[in-house]
């Protein structure tokens, strides 16, 4: 039975996990005009690596994203 209660505590925390994700994902994707993507590179620059890593990953993808749309983001396009 503890193997079950594990599994589910597992479970639950990967769901969380994700949707901790998707809700930073669209709070980045309101980052969307040249200011205020300088604005968020700066406040990011105050901060190491790997406190910004997540935040950088979402923000690179969604930069290509926008890339192969043919659409620019904040002055960015994704290289």
């Known amino acids: 039975m503890t193997s079950l ?3 589910r ?6 769901r969380d996990a994700r949707a901790r994700r ?7 994707a309101s980052f969307t005009t040249a200011a205020e993507r300088l604005d968020l590179d700066a406040m990011l620059s105050r901060h190491t690596t790997e406190q910004t890593r997540e935040i950088r990953q979402i923000l690179a ?3 290509a994203v926008r ?13």
């Open 61 to 63: 993808g969604q930069d």
């Open 5 to 7: 209660t594990a599994l």
């Open 22 to 28: 998707r809700q930073l994902e669209r709070e980045l």
């Open 9 to 14: 505590s597992t479970v639950a925390v990967h």
């Open 67 to 79: 890339m192969i749309s043919g659409r620019t983001t904040g002055g960015h396009r994704a290289a």
